[in-house]
């Protein structure tokens, strides 16, 4: 399996972006699927995600301000991310885990940066 992301960029403060990830290869089952991200200086955290087909997590962070969306026939998440703010500059990677018990196949990051 392989992960695809794409969107990162450059925007400015109160900005929006849309990040998609599409996965790819021999998926028979999702249990879970989201995004993670990188702040400078910081451990990888948990953004939004998918879990167990009826479960939406959000940081603290990001709630009301990003909304996850998927397509399940495609096998792909989308983050729409809306007033940005400098503090949501990232290196943001895309996830997912076919079982619980699994560990997190990771997609390439891609880059958000919110100028202030």
């Known amino acids: 399996v392989q992960l695809q992301a794409y969107g990162g960029g450059l925007v400015q403060a109160g900005g929006s972006l849309r990040l998609s990830c599409a996965a790819s290869g021999s998926i028979p089952s999702v249990y879970a699927m989201g995004w993670y991200r990188e702040r400078p200086r910081r451990s990888r955290e948990l953004v939004a995600v998918f879990i167990n087909g009826s479960n939406t997590e959000y940081a603290d962070s990001v709630r009301g301000r990003f909304s996850l969306t998927r397509d399940n026939a495609k096998n792909a998440v989308y983050l729409q991310m809306d007033s940005l703010k400098s503090e949501d500059t990232a290196v943001y990677y895309c996830?997912?885990?076919?079982?619980?018990?699994?560990?997190?196949?990771w997609g390439q990051g891609t880059q958000v940066t919110v100028s202030s």
């Open positions: 996830a997912m885990k076919q079982h619980w018990f699994d560990k997190n196949i």
